[in-house]
């Protein structure tokens, strides 16, 4: 059989050339597809795994920042990190080049590491509190934040309390912990407050720990709830309604920080009515003074409104360390503790229902006294007897010699028949229908005399 020479021809010619380019031009789409897939799942695990690092880097600065101030013994809030560091002071801050670092005696150690050269990283510490540091760690990484806050109680700071302020930086004393064989754990725990119930939606209700012994090596609590969607509690014990359920049973625990596992419980219910919280207050006290020889002025809340206000105590603090003063947070006895003149103390009064209504008083330590008074009258009747007694402004009786006075003397003209003692009595015999006059004079510790001069009219 014959085959035809032109068909073997075409069945021998393979692709054409419009052929070639389609299929190169098909093969080309799909590399590329594969490449950008891939690509971009590159890009995803990348993003992802630098996400994971800074989540992780924060989790870790928030645990060591807490476990190193926790047994600290004192803290102060700073703008930014000092040119000169005090030996044998910690420091917390984030460094030029973005890293969390410790500065202690000239060392300085990185806190965490920098996962990216595109990382933004923040810091920022708080105290509000007489004894806590509250901080926010902050690091953005491409236009995405990552935060995580947290605040922890210095168990070492004993009397001593905390200056409030905001700041990058934390300066902090650490006293290593000693293990007391004479130690006293907490025994007990019970748990009191001004109401059993709490109004919902947002009502709030101070809650008090009392520990047995009173005199615990270690004081502080951890408060919890637990019904996380109906409250919350603070760290002071501040418990807060979140939900509008009413007739919900709310379980406080406040657990010992000492390890003894010792707790206590209080029951609140929540209800719908209404709680009269604090809206206004004054503080009061005898004198805007107080002398360190004298030693305490008793500080008060007066003119509480509403006057049927559920719970109308309030906390007391300073904003001086515990070396210029002392003050018992809830009782208010201001204790002054040094001896320089001229030190003003702002004395903070807080409400504890919640409501954080907050007044201060400003309180001189040791003023400079600028002149005196004389009280006690200003008449007196023949052969009779008169008690004056001499005041300093600012400050108090000047039969009190410490209070920056050391001598007071007393002095009377007008009749030889008058006379006046050391105490401040004045005496006249038996004349009448003319006027004494009445000298005091005060020197004071630095040598300094002032006098002060008051008529006495005597009468028959």
């Given at each position: 059989?014959?085959?035809?020479?032109?068909?073997?021809?075409?069945?021998?010619?393979?692709?054409?050339?419009?052929?070639?380019?389609?299929?190169?031009?098909?093969?080309?789409?799909?590399?590329?597809?594969?490449?950008?897939?891939?690509?971009?799942?590159?890009?995803?695990?990348?993003?992802?795994?630098?996400?994971?690092?800074?989540?992780?880097?924060?989790?870790?600065?928030?645990?060591?920042?807490?476990?190193?101030?926790?047994y600290s013994s004192d803290a102060v809030v700073l703008a930014e990190f000092p040119t000169t560091p005090y030996p044998n002071t910690n420091y917390i801050?984030?460094?030029?080049?973005?890293?969390?670092?410790?500065?202690?005696?000239?060392?300085?150690?990185?806190?965490?590491?920098?996962?990216?050269?595109?990382?933004?990283?923040?810091?920022?510490?708080?105290?509000?509190?007489?004894?806590?540091?509250?901080?926010?760690?902050?690091?953005?990484?491409?236009?995405?934040?990552?935060?995580?806050?947290?605040?922890?109680?210095?168990?070492?700071?004993?009397?001593?309390?905390?200056?409030?302020?905001?700041?990058?930086?934390?300066?902090?004393?650490?006293?290593?912990?000693?293990?007391?064989?004479?130690?006293?754990?907490?025994?007990?725990?019970?748990?009191?407050?001004?109401?059993?119930?709490?109004?919902?939606?947002?009502?709030?209700?101070?809650?008090?720990?009392?520990?047995?012994?009173?005199?615990?090596?270690?004081?502080?609590?951890?408060?919890?709830?637990?019904?996380?969607?109906?409250?919350?509690?603070?760290?002071?014990?501040?418990?807060?309604?979140?939900?509008?359920?009413?007739?919900?049973?709310?379980?406080?625990?406040?657990?010992?920080?000492?390890?003894?596992?010792?707790?206590?419980?209080?029951?609140?219910?929540?209800?719908?009515?209404?709680?009269?919280?604090?809206?206004?207050?004054?503080?009061?006290?005898?004198?805007?003074?107080?002398?360190?020889?004298?030693?305490?002025?008793?500080?008060?809340?007066?003119?509480?409104?509403?006057?049927?206000?559920?719970?109308?105590?309030?906390?007391?603090?300073?904003?001086?360390?515990?070396?210029?003063?002392?003050?018992?947070?809830?009782?208010?006895?201001?204790?002054?503790?040094?001896?320089?003149?001229n030190i003003i103390v702002v004395v903070t009064a807080k409400t504890r229902d919640g409501s954080n209504v907050t007044k201060t008083k400003d309180i001189?330590?040791?003023?400079?006294?600028?002149?005196?008074?004389?009280?006690?009258?200003?008449?007196?009747?023949?052969?009779?007897?008169?008690?004056?007694?001499?005041?300093?402004?600012?400050?108090?009786?000047?039969?009190?010699?410490?209070?920056?006075?050391?001598?007071?003397?007393?002095?009377?003209?007008?009749?030889?028949?008058?006379?006046?003692?050391?105490?401040?009595?004045?005496?006249?015999?038996?004349?009448?229908?003319?006027?004494?006059?009445?000298?005091?004079?005060?020197?004071?510790?630095?040598?300094?005399?002032?006098?002060?001069?008051?008529?006495?009219?005597?009468?028959?």
């Amino acid at each position: 059989m014959r085959v035809n020479s032109k068909k073997r021809i075409a069945f021998k010619s393979g692709f054409t050339l419009i052929e070639l380019i389609v299929t190169i031009a098909i093969l080309g789409i799909v590399l590329t597809m594969a490449y950008s897939m891939g690509d971009f799942g590159s890009t995803s695990f990348n993003n992802g795994s630098a996400k994971s690092d800074i989540q992780s880097n924060i989790r870790i600065a928030s645990d060591y920042i807490t476990k190193e101030l926790r047994y600290s013994s004192d803290a102060v809030v700073l703008a930014e990190f000092p040119t000169t560091p005090y030996p044998n002071t910690n420091y917390i801050y984030v460094g030029n080049d973005g890293i969390l670092k410790q500065y202690y005696n000239t060392d300085i150690t990185n806190i965490s590491g920098n996962t990216s050269n595109n990382m933004i990283t923040t810091l920022q510490f708080q105290i509000k509190n007489s004894k806590t540091v509250e901080f926010n760690i902050q690091e953005t990484y491409r236009k995405q934040t990552f935060q995580l806050g947290s605040s922890t109680l210095l168990l070492n700071i004993g009397d001593h309390t905390l200056v409030n302020g905001t700041g990058a930086v934390i300066a902090y004393t650490t006293e290593p912990i000693i293990t007391n064989i004479n130690a006293k754990p907490v025994q007990a725990i019970s748990i009191t407050a001004p109401l059993n119930s709490i109004s919902i939606n947002g009502g709030m209700l101070q809650l008090t720990s009392n520990l047995t012994p009173t005199d615990a090596s270690i004081k502080a609590v951890t408060w919890s709830v637990d019904d996380g969607t109906l409250s919350t509690i603070d760290t002071n014990g501040l418990l807060k309604t979140i939900t509008g359920i009413q007739g919900k049973n709310i379980k406080v625990t406040a657990t010992a920080q000492d390890g003894s596992g010792v707790s206590g419980t209080y029951t609140v219910t929540t209800t719908g009515l209404s709680i009269n919280r604090v809206t206004s207050f004054t503080i009061v006290s005898n004198y805007d003074c107080i002398f360190n020889g004298v030693g305490t002025l008793q500080m008060r809340v007066s003119g509480v409104n509403p006057v049927d206000a559920a719970d109308p105590t309030v906390t007391w603090s300073i904003d001086q360390p515990s070396s210029i003063a002392i003050i018992d947070q809830n009782t208010g006895l201001l204790t002054a503790k040094t001896t320089n003149s001229n030190i003003i103390v702002v004395v903070t009064a807080k409400t504890r229902d919640g409501s954080n209504v907050t007044k201060t008083k400003d309180i001189t330590i040791n003023p400079k006294l600028t002149s005196i008074y004389i009280t006690g009258g200003s008449t007196i009747t023949r052969k009779s007897g008169l008690k004056l007694s001499c005041y300093a402004n600012p400050g108090g009786n000047l039969a009190t010699p410490s209070i920056g006075v050391s001598q007071l003397k007393w002095s009377v003209t007008g009749s030889n028949s008058a006379n006046i003692g050391n105490d401040g009595l004045l005496k006249i015999g038996n004349v009448w229908g003319i006027t004494l006059t009445v000298k005091a004079i005060a020197t004071l510790n630095d040598g300094t005399n002032i006098t002060v001069n008051q008529n006495i009219n005597v009468q028959k």
